[in-house]
């Protein structure tokens, strides 16, 4: 009996060990995946705020060729104070959700959001042979984090357009709601995906851009897209691709009524 007891006793001590290690492990974890948490957002901001950067440049130097225009440069400043404000505001959202914390969800119209990326990217999609079709309801609102959600789409369309270079093709945003839902799709008539990489598209790190025979002037980070999917998750919705190679892409994102 004395015996069963000793046994007993020694195997409470061991599980409490275990426990304890186990305890010392998770939070050890949670320490390395604030870490990686941190990693990935610097990734994430510097692909966005180079988004925006872009236009801005593309402002400055318009200005400085046109210095005695002061109705362009008063416009050009309007645009790079606007700029800097959403920058602020996306390192904001994005640090917030590298910590956890809830981002304020409102009803916000869908098509300001949109129009406002256009405005924001500055470069007119038709001078790269790229015809834009819009068809969004002027009463469509989506219930999330605005600054979110337009990056979201901001990422799609430069994606699609990217995808149509060189040759130019049609960029398609369209947008309805169901009783429960909202559906946004962005589609493109560019180069596709090809079905090897459609299970992997929305992974950290992976990307299609590094094709030395691609028509676009820069590598992907391989952020883009997994970043989409996060903030779409984090809204309780989802998101999907589809995709013909040679034909396009057209993604689909589904965000909850409130």
Known sequence: MTSIIEKRISLHKRLANQQQETEALQSHISHLQALANIGTVTHMIAHEINNLLTPLGNYANLALKNIDDKLLVEKVLEKTVQGCER???IMESMLGM???KTQEKKNT???SLVEEIFT???RDFAKDGITVKIEIPEELT???????VQQVLMNLILNARDAMLPRGGIL???AGESNDAVQIEVADTGCGIEPGNLKNIFKSF???KKDGNSPI???GSGLGLAFCKKIINAHGGCISVESIPSQGSTFKITLPKP
């Open 206 to 208: 992976f990307t299609t």
């Open 87 to 89: 920058a602020s505001k």
């Open 217 to 219: 002037e820069y590598s």
């Open 172 to 174: 398609s945003i369209k």
């Open 142 to 148: 989506v219930w999330a984090v605005p600054v979110q």
């Open 98 to 100: 590298a910590n956890g």
């Open 109 to 111: 119209q869908l098509i």
């Open 120 to 122: 924001c990217l500055c």
